[in-house]
């Protein structure tokens, strides 16, 4: 197959959050794809632009709430990305609900929330990166099966290009799909 050489930026595919704040003592929401795992620790990354509305929230508050919303809630994760809390008051937008362990909002209508811990702010271009310990986890009841959260009920919104996909099926299994190769050797 003959490769086409293309220009040099970032296509995806990345995960589509809804990273929590509270900003001046009510919650704010914004839509981020820089949101990731950095290693095997429990830790998660996110990369928020200096200007945005929510950075300074995530600073004083020293939190901040990782959320995944399902494909049905994709309007809403897209206006969430759209308009800033500076101009626009986004904090009706979801139920927030908050756990003892940390001041951040997390959203009840999204299947998973993750509650971080800011332990390192490393400034990045005009971004800055938070890594945040995870300190809690919640899932939606009807989003486990055995025991364990289970990706195609969580349903949740990939972003690659310049649009909103969906996971549409399990094509493998961790540390047990590639096994076969080594058998056939
Ligand atoms: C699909 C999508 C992905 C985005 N990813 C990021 C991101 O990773 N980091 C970031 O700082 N802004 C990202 N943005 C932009 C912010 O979500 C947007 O500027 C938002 O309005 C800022 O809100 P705030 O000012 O209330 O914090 C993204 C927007 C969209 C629509």
Do not use: W
């Not at 595919?13 to 290693?39: E, L, W």
């Amino acid at each position: 197959m003959k490769k086409i050489k293309i220009q040099n930026q970032p296509f995806g595919p990345f995960p589509t959050m809804i990273i929590g704040a509270d900003v001046n003592g009510k919650p704010n929401y914004v839509t981020v794809g820089a949101c990731g795992v950095v290693s095997l620790k429990p830790v998660l990354y996110v990369s928020l632009k200096s200007t945005h509305y929510t950075t300074p929230g995530v600073k004083e508050n020293g939190y901040f709430s990782v959320n995944i919303p399902p494909i049905s809630m994709v309007e809403q994760t897209d206006y969430c990305g759209i308009v800033s809390g500076k101009t626009v008051d986004k904090s009706s937008l979801f139920t927030p609900f908050y756990d003892e362990l940390g001041r951040a909002p997390m959203i009840k209508e999204c299947s998973m929330n993750f509650l971080c811990k800011v332990i390192q702010v490393i400034p990045l271009f005009d971004f800055e990166m938070f890594l945040g310990e995870i300190v809690a986890v919640y899932v939606n009841e009807d989003c486990i099966t055995d025991g364990k959260p289970n990706p195609l009920k969580l349903n949740p919104i990939i972003m690659m290009g310049a649009s909103y996909y969906s996971l549409n099926e399990v094509v493998g299994n961790l540390f047990r799909t590639g096994l076969k190769l080594s058998e056939n050797k």
